[in-house]
């Protein structure tokens, strides 16, 4: 079946450093695939998407592409800033099903 | 637009009471789903309709659980009777089915069962 899988959190950095957050995934078909990004005390929200392979989703300085050989979708950022903490999801979606597997979630943590 | 609208935000309640938590999704958006987040669990699916037809509940817990949508504009999730363990933030979503399957998240249902 379809399964994400992210890597374990807690990430610390500090400000203005690189971050790559990897994901994995297992899948039939061709999925769609999601970054969310969840702050502390809200709901989550769409970060980048990518629909089909080599597909580049970019937004707030993020990006991550659709790489099928691989069947990854890491997520990175050059600098990220202490606004940037907060819990990432990765998911895929089979477009059969409308479903969102999701990810377990990595905690980021960005230091002054 | 006003996104997924839930309300209560919180909710305390004792145990042994009953729970109902509501969801107006976008309008226009014809998948709704429920989720629940805990820290021991993270982020689990409950249910989801589409067109207002419940497609696949096998997430929700046990009979304690039940979700309705009436019409396209509202679902509810009521948990009869609640326990302490059904203490969590409860999640609707809502999207429009098709090749992307973004989905967009309300703010959430804080619940705390006593």
């Known amino acids: 079946g379809n399964s994400v899988t992210q890597m374990e959190g807690p990430v610390t950095l500090s400000e203005e450093a690189f971050l790559t957050i990897n994901c994995t995934y297992t899948?039939?078909?061709?999925?769609?695939l999601f970054w969310y990004v969840q702050y502390p005390g809200e709901g989550l929200q769409l970060l980048l998407k990518?629909?089909?392979?080599?597909d580049k989703g970019s937004n707030k300085g993020f990006e991550a592409t659709y790489r099928k050989e691989t069947t990854s979708f890491h997520l990175e950022k050059g600098s990220v800033q202490v606004s940037d903490s907060a819990v990432y999801f990765c998911a895929l979606s089979s477009s059969n099903t409308g479903k969102l597997i999701f990810g377990q979630g990595t905690t980021l943590q960005v230091k002054p | 637009d006003a996104g997924v609208i839930q309300s209560p935000r919180h909710e305390v309640t004792e145990m042994g009471q009953e729970v109902t938590l509501r969801c107006k999704p976008i309008?226009?958006?014809?998948?709704l789903f429920w989720y629940r987040q805990t820290m021991m669990r993270g982020l689990e699916l409950l249910i989801y309709?589409?067109?207002?037809?419940?497609?696949?509940d096998s997430g929700m817990p046990e009979d304690r659980f039940s979700a309705k949508m009436p019409n396209a504009s509202f679902s509810t999730l009521k948990i009869q009777p609640s326990e302490p363990r059904d203490s969590a933030v409860y999640f609707c979503?809502?999207?429009?089915?098709?090749?992307?399957?973004?989905?967009?998240f309300g703010p959430g249902t804080r619940l705390t069962v006593l």
């Open positions: 899948a039939t078909g061709y999925p769609s």
């Open positions: 979503a809502s999207s429009f089915r098709g090749p992307e399957n973004t989905q967009y």
């Open positions: 309709f589409n067109n207002n037809v419940p497609i696949d």
């Open positions: 990518a629909t089909k392979a080599d």
């Open positions: 309008s226009g958006h014809n998948s």
